[in-house]
């Protein structure tokens, strides 16, 4: 099958991965342009740029589709159909209807549930038990077009990180299912009653906030994994990993021992894993060390 991948980050690489290794001819990968990042403020490629490159395939990455040239060049591409995976533009109705078979998303949720930006986010911070990946196909709007296939996943406790790297191995052979053999993958509208909308991440929701019970706080540490921080006399610290009390009773935001454990809106947090700006991650009581937090400071 002639195919045009069109994808962005880490996430998106596995179904990339798994549409070579079952024989698919890809025609064309469309992903986003190098952005400046780091501390020198480099061009950084994304992740499915470099495991084109790595395949040596032919590799497109416009700041839109929404011209008529460009719009040309994808329809010249004469594809069978056209994969999607967290590509990060949106495409207008003509790049929709180009490719034959048109085109299927592999989208980080079990649709109608958290459609949009940051599924996988936003399902650890709802508390939500399960999540999973959902094929389905695209239309204009945000991820409303029918379902193909989906695949559950326990969300236990895992971090953004960890599940988002699940979610796209389990994408990827969904993917390589529905494509070999789709007659057996009908499409299914999606059930409006029961829609959800996982908004864009927003950089001030990574900061903790200790009024807030403390099983949200630890949901917010592993949906915003690794970047969920607090701030002590003035430097930022991040919580990478930690457990939680439900029965103590502290006030808000105080350092309750010599371990650093925190006060919450309801119950403690109990940090284990942390990073100062610029260090790496490290055991608490190794943390302490070198940066003590004495017993009842007041973090706010």
């Known amino acids: 099958m002639r195919i045009i991948f069109m994808g962005s980050p880490d996430f998106a690489v596995p179904s990339l ?32 740029q470099r495991a084109a490159e ?8 416009p700041t839109s589709l929404k011209t008529a040239e460009e719009q040309a060049r994808f329809a010249a591409l004469g594809a069978d159909i056209a994969v999607i995976a967290a590509y990060g533009l949106i495409l207008p109705q003509v790049i929709l209807d180009a490719p034959k078979h048109g085109c299927i998303n592999v989208h980080a949720s079990l649709l109608p549930r958290w459609r949009g930006a940051a599924p996988i986010q936003r399902a650890i911070l709802a508390g939500d038990e399960a999540t999973g990946v959902t094929i389905m196909q695209m239309e204009a709007g945000l991820d409303t077009g029918a379902m193909l296939a989906k695949d559950e996943v326990a969300i236990g406790n895992h971090d953004a990180v960890t599940l988002t790297d699940l979610l796209a191995r389990r994408g990827a052979e969904l993917l390589v299912r529905v494509l070999a053999n789709p007659v057996a993958y009908p499409p299914v509208p999606q059930p409006e009653g029961s829609v959800t909308y996982a908004a864009k991440l927003d ?77 790496k991650p490290m055991d608490v009581i190794d943390f302490l060390r070198g940066f003590p937090i004495p017993m009842g400071t007041i973090l706010t």
């Open 203 to 279: 950089k001030a929701e990574s900061r903790i906030d200790f009024s807030q019970d403390a099983e949200q706080i630890e949901r917010q540490i592993r949906a915003f994994h690794p970047l969920a921080w607090l701030e002590v006399d003035g430097e930022r610290v991040r919580i990478l990993s930690a457990t939680i009390s439900t029965d103590a009773s502290s006030p808000t935001g105080q350092v309750t021992d010599n371990h650093f454990s925190i006060g919450c809106g309801a119950g403690a947090i109990h940090p284990r894993i942390v990073q100062r700006a610029g260090g």
């Open 54 to 61: 790595v395949a040596g395939l032919p590799l497109l990455s």
């Open 17 to 48: 991965q798994a549409l070579i290794a079952f024989g698919h001819e890809i025609v064309a990968v469309y992903t986003q342009p190098p952005r400046r990042a780091g501390r020198g403020k480099g061009l950084l490629p994304t992740a499915v």
